[in-house]
C-alpha cells in the first residue's frame, strides 16, 4: 500500500472526459435563460406600454444581457481548448452579477 496516488499534480494524465462539453453546454442553457428573461423584457415593455420606468428597466436588462453573452462566450471559447483555464473570480463576479439583475429586473417588472 506505498503506491503513488494521482493528485492534482498529475494533470498530464488528465482524461477530461465529457466536463468540458457539458461546461460548454450549461453556459450555453444559461445564455439561453438570459436571452429569454431580456426577450420577455422587452416584450413586456411593447405590450405595457413604454413609460419610462419600464424603459429604463429594459435598457438596463439589455445592458446586463450584454454583459452576461460577452462572459459566457469567451468561457465557452475557453472550454473547447484541451487545457482550459479556470474562470477569472472576475469574470464570475460579472456573470453573477448580470443574472441576478436580470432576475430583479424580470421581477420588477412583474410586480
Given amino acids: 500500500m506505498t503506491g503513488a496516488v494521482p493528485g492534482p499534480a498529475s ?3 488528465r482524461d477530461p472526459g465529457l466536463q468540458p462539453e457539458r461546461t460548454r453546454l450549461a453556459w450555453r442553457r444559461t445564455t439561453l ?3 429569454v428573461a431580456a426577450v420577455l423584457a422587452g416584450k ?3 405590450h405595457g ?4 420606468a419600464a424603459v429604463i428597466a429594459l435598457a438596463l436588462s439589455a445592458v446586463a444581457w450584454i454583459g452576461f453573452l460577452r462572459v459566457a462566450h469567451r468561457r465557452v471559447r475557453e472550454t473547447g481548448t484541451a487545457q482550459p483555464v479556470p474562470l477569472a473570480p472576475r469574470a464570475a463576479l460579472v ?6 439583475a436580470l432576475a430583479v429586473f424580470a421581477a420588477a417588472m412583474v410586480f
Fill in 11 to 13: 494533470g498530464a494524465d
Fill in 95 to 100: 456573470a453573477a452579477a448580470c443574472t441576478v
Fill in 44 to 46: 413586456q415593455t411593447l
Fill in 33 to 35: 435563460s438570459a436571452t
Fill in 49 to 52: 406600454g413604454a413609460t419610462l
